[in-house]
Antibody
Framework: EVQLVESGGGLVQPGGSLRLSCAGS????????LSWVRQAPGKGLEWVAN????????NYLDSVKGRFTVSRDNAENSFFLQMNSLRAEDTAVYYC???????????????WGQGTTVTVSS | DIQMTQSPSSLSASVGDRITITCRAS??????LSWYQQKPGKAPKLLIY???NMHSGVPSRFRGIGSGTDFTLIISNLQPEDFATYYC?????????FGGGTKVDIK
Protein backbone atom coordinates (compact mmCIF):
# COMPACT_ATOMS: atom_id res chain seq x y z
CA GLU A 1 0.00 0.00 0.00
CA VAL A 2 1.29 3.43 -0.94
CA GLN A 3 1.32 5.63 2.11
CA LEU A 4 2.88 8.52 3.96
CA VAL A 5 2.87 8.77 7.74
CA GLU A 6 3.74 11.98 9.60
CA SER A 7 5.03 12.30 13.12
CA GLY A 8 6.63 14.88 15.36
CA GLY A 9 3.82 17.32 15.98
CA GLY A 10 3.03 18.72 19.40
CA LEU A 11 2.73 21.77 21.61
CA VAL A 12 5.61 24.24 21.50
CA GLN A 13 6.12 27.73 22.87
CA PRO A 14 6.49 30.73 20.58
CA GLY A 15 10.08 30.96 19.42
CA GLY A 16 10.60 27.24 19.87
CA SER A 17 11.49 24.51 17.38
CA LEU A 18 9.97 21.30 16.15
CA ARG A 19 10.99 18.71 13.59
CA LEU A 20 8.31 16.92 11.62
CA SER A 21 8.98 13.60 9.94
CA CYS A 22 7.19 11.81 7.13
CA ALA A 23 7.81 8.14 6.38
CA GLY A 24 6.96 6.82 2.95
CA SER A 25 6.26 3.23 1.95
CA UNK A 26 4.88 1.19 -0.92
CA UNK A 27 6.47 3.26 -3.67
CA UNK A 28 9.85 4.33 -5.03
CA UNK A 29 10.37 7.15 -2.55
CA UNK A 30 13.44 8.62 -4.24
CA UNK A 31 11.57 9.16 -7.52
CA UNK A 32 9.12 11.81 -6.36
CA UNK A 33 8.91 15.44 -5.34
CA LEU A 34 7.56 15.84 -1.82
CA SER A 35 5.65 18.71 -0.24
CA TRP A 36 4.45 19.96 3.13
CA VAL A 37 0.98 21.51 3.24
CA ARG A 38 -0.66 22.94 6.35
CA GLN A 39 -4.15 23.79 7.47
CA ALA A 40 -4.82 26.14 10.35
CA PRO A 41 -7.88 25.35 12.49
CA GLY A 42 -11.04 26.05 10.50
CA LYS A 43 -9.06 27.45 7.57
CA GLY A 44 -8.07 26.39 4.07
CA LEU A 45 -5.02 24.63 2.73
CA GLU A 46 -1.66 26.38 2.56
CA TRP A 47 1.38 24.97 0.78
CA VAL A 48 4.53 25.33 2.88
CA ALA A 49 7.51 23.85 1.04
CA ASN A 50 8.65 21.22 -1.40
CA UNK A 51 11.83 19.38 -2.35
CA UNK A 52 12.88 17.52 -5.45
CA UNK A 53 14.23 14.01 -5.71
CA UNK A 54 17.95 14.71 -5.23
CA UNK A 55 17.51 17.67 -2.84
CA UNK A 56 18.95 20.11 -5.38
CA UNK A 57 15.75 22.21 -5.43
CA UNK A 58 13.81 23.40 -2.42
CA ASN A 59 11.00 25.94 -2.45
CA TYR A 60 9.30 27.71 0.44
CA LEU A 61 6.30 29.85 1.30
CA ASP A 62 7.59 33.39 1.91
CA SER A 63 6.34 33.50 5.49
CA VAL A 64 8.45 30.48 6.47
CA LYS A 65 11.64 31.28 4.55
CA GLY A 66 14.60 31.44 6.89
CA ARG A 67 12.65 29.67 9.66
CA PHE A 68 11.69 26.32 8.11
CA THR A 69 13.97 23.86 6.32
CA VAL A 70 12.83 20.92 4.24
CA SER A 71 15.04 17.86 3.78
CA ARG A 72 14.84 14.21 2.86
CA ASP A 73 16.73 10.96 3.33
CA ASN A 74 16.00 8.69 0.38
CA ALA A 75 17.90 5.78 1.92
CA GLU A 76 15.49 5.87 4.86
CA ASN A 77 12.39 6.81 2.83
CA SER A 78 11.99 9.83 5.07
CA PHE A 79 11.09 13.47 4.60
CA PHE A 80 11.48 16.22 7.18
CA LEU A 81 10.42 19.74 8.07
CA GLN A 82 12.61 21.53 10.59
CA MET A 83 10.64 24.43 12.03
CA ASN A 84 12.44 27.11 14.03
CA SER A 85 11.32 30.43 15.51
CA LEU A 86 7.76 29.18 15.61
CA ARG A 87 4.91 31.65 15.80
CA ALA A 88 1.29 31.35 16.84
CA GLU A 89 0.28 31.65 13.19
CA ASP A 90 2.18 28.42 12.41
CA THR A 91 -0.42 26.49 14.41
CA ALA A 92 -1.94 24.00 12.00
CA VAL A 93 -2.28 20.41 10.91
CA TYR A 94 0.77 19.67 8.76
CA TYR A 95 0.45 17.18 5.93
CA CYS A 96 3.21 15.65 3.85
CA UNK A 97 2.25 14.84 0.29
CA UNK A 98 3.75 13.26 -2.80
CA UNK A 99 3.92 14.85 -6.22
CA UNK A 100 1.67 13.16 -8.73
CA UNK A 101 4.52 12.74 -11.20
CA UNK A 102 8.27 12.19 -11.00
CA UNK A 103 8.72 14.92 -13.62
CA UNK A 104 7.98 17.85 -11.33
CA UNK A 105 5.52 19.52 -9.01
CA UNK A 106 3.18 20.53 -11.83
CA UNK A 107 0.67 17.69 -11.57
CA UNK A 108 -0.80 17.97 -8.11
CA UNK A 109 -0.31 15.95 -4.94
CA UNK A 110 -1.67 12.42 -5.12
CA UNK A 111 -0.69 10.76 -1.86
CA TRP A 112 -1.18 12.49 1.50
CA GLY A 113 -0.36 11.56 5.04
CA GLN A 114 -2.94 11.71 7.81
CA GLY A 115 -1.50 14.93 9.21
CA THR A 116 0.26 15.89 12.42
CA THR A 117 -0.87 18.77 14.62
CA VAL A 118 1.45 21.59 15.59
CA THR A 119 0.27 24.01 18.26
CA VAL A 120 2.34 27.08 19.04
CA SER A 121 1.21 28.59 22.31
CA SER A 122 2.55 29.73 25.65
CA ASP B 1 2.60 35.19 -5.92
CA ILE B 2 -0.29 33.81 -7.95
CA GLN B 3 -3.63 34.36 -6.24
CA MET B 4 -6.38 31.78 -6.69
CA THR B 5 -9.96 32.96 -6.25
CA GLN B 6 -12.62 30.32 -5.86
CA SER B 7 -16.35 30.85 -6.04
CA PRO B 8 -18.73 30.33 -4.49
CA SER B 9 -17.30 29.89 -1.00
CA SER B 10 -20.24 27.66 -0.18
CA LEU B 11 -23.25 26.17 -1.85
CA SER B 12 -26.19 24.00 -0.94
CA ALA B 13 -27.30 21.27 -3.29
CA SER B 14 -29.36 18.12 -3.44
CA VAL B 15 -28.46 14.57 -4.37
CA GLY B 16 -28.66 14.28 -8.13
CA ASP B 17 -27.87 17.95 -8.80
CA ARG B 18 -25.20 19.23 -11.16
CA ILE B 19 -22.93 21.82 -9.57
CA THR B 20 -20.08 23.99 -10.80
CA ILE B 21 -17.23 25.54 -8.86
CA THR B 22 -15.02 28.14 -10.47
CA CYS B 23 -11.43 29.09 -9.84
CA ARG B 24 -9.69 32.14 -11.27
CA ALA B 25 -5.93 32.70 -11.27
CA SER B 26 -4.43 36.17 -10.96
CA UNK B 27 -2.25 35.39 -14.01
CA UNK B 28 -2.09 32.69 -16.61
CA UNK B 29 -1.12 29.30 -15.23
CA UNK B 30 -1.49 27.42 -18.52
CA UNK B 31 -3.30 24.24 -17.46
CA UNK B 32 -1.34 23.58 -14.24
CA LEU B 33 -4.42 23.45 -12.06
CA SER B 34 -5.48 20.70 -9.69
CA TRP B 35 -8.71 20.09 -7.78
CA TYR B 36 -9.02 18.40 -4.38
CA GLN B 37 -11.84 17.13 -2.19
CA GLN B 38 -11.53 17.28 1.58
CA LYS B 39 -13.86 15.90 4.22
CA PRO B 40 -13.76 17.02 7.87
CA GLY B 41 -10.79 15.65 9.77
CA LYS B 42 -9.35 13.98 6.68
CA ALA B 43 -6.50 14.71 4.28
CA PRO B 44 -7.38 16.17 0.88
CA LYS B 45 -7.82 13.83 -2.07
CA LEU B 46 -6.66 14.64 -5.57
CA LEU B 47 -9.52 14.68 -8.08
CA ILE B 48 -8.23 16.43 -11.18
CA TYR B 49 -4.77 17.48 -12.38
CA UNK B 50 -3.59 19.61 -15.29
CA UNK B 51 -7.07 21.08 -15.39
CA UNK B 52 -8.92 18.17 -16.93
CA ASN B 53 -7.17 14.88 -16.17
CA MET B 54 -9.05 12.69 -13.72
CA HIS B 55 -6.91 11.08 -11.06
CA SER B 56 -7.05 7.32 -10.81
CA GLY B 57 -10.20 6.04 -9.14
CA VAL B 58 -12.13 9.30 -9.36
CA PRO B 59 -15.72 8.81 -10.54
CA SER B 60 -16.56 10.07 -13.99
CA ARG B 61 -19.17 12.49 -12.61
CA PHE B 62 -16.23 14.79 -11.75
CA ARG B 63 -14.98 16.88 -14.65
CA GLY B 64 -12.51 19.71 -14.91
CA ILE B 65 -12.25 22.28 -17.67
CA GLY B 66 -10.35 25.47 -18.36
CA SER B 67 -6.96 26.94 -19.18
CA GLY B 68 -5.12 30.20 -18.72
CA THR B 69 -6.81 31.94 -15.82
CA ASP B 70 -10.31 30.44 -15.64
CA PHE B 71 -11.13 26.94 -14.51
CA THR B 72 -14.24 25.02 -13.53
CA LEU B 73 -14.96 21.85 -11.59
CA ILE B 74 -18.24 20.25 -12.57
CA ILE B 75 -19.87 17.54 -10.49
CA SER B 76 -22.81 15.84 -12.19
CA ASN B 77 -25.41 13.73 -10.44
CA LEU B 78 -24.20 14.74 -6.97
CA GLN B 79 -23.92 11.78 -4.59
CA PRO B 80 -24.12 11.74 -0.78
CA GLU B 81 -20.37 11.12 -0.53
CA ASP B 82 -19.66 14.28 -2.57
CA PHE B 83 -20.68 16.66 0.22
CA ALA B 84 -17.31 18.06 1.18
CA THR B 85 -15.02 21.04 0.67
CA TYR B 86 -13.28 21.49 -2.67
CA TYR B 87 -10.05 23.34 -3.33
CA CYS B 88 -8.27 24.39 -6.48
CA UNK B 89 -4.48 24.63 -6.55
CA UNK B 90 -2.10 26.15 -9.05
CA UNK B 91 1.05 24.15 -9.73
CA UNK B 92 2.48 26.51 -12.32
CA UNK B 93 4.94 28.32 -10.11
CA UNK B 94 6.09 28.35 -6.52
CA UNK B 95 4.86 29.35 -4.08
CA UNK B 96 2.14 26.87 -4.97
CA UNK B 97 -1.18 28.41 -3.95
CA PHE B 98 -4.66 27.13 -3.17
CA GLY B 99 -8.04 28.70 -3.60
CA GLY B 100 -10.02 29.50 -0.48
CA GLY B 101 -12.25 26.46 -0.82
CA THR B 102 -15.89 25.75 -1.64
CA LYS B 103 -18.00 23.95 0.93
CA VAL B 104 -20.76 21.86 -0.61
CA ASP B 105 -23.49 20.90 1.80
CA ILE B 106 -26.90 19.30 1.62
CA LYS B 107 -29.85 21.54 0.84
Amino acid sequence: EVQLVESGGGLVQPGGSLRLSCAGSGFSFSSYWLSWVRQAPGKGLEWVANINQDRSEKNYLDSVKGRFTVSRDNAENSFFLQMNSLRAEDTAVYYCARGNSPTGYYYGLDVWGQGTTVTVSS
Amino acid sequence: DIQMTQSPSSLSASVGDRITITCRASQSISNYLSWYQQKPGKAPKLLIYVASNMHSGVPSRFRGIGSGTDFTLIISNLQPEDFATYYCQQNYRTPITFGGGTKVDIK
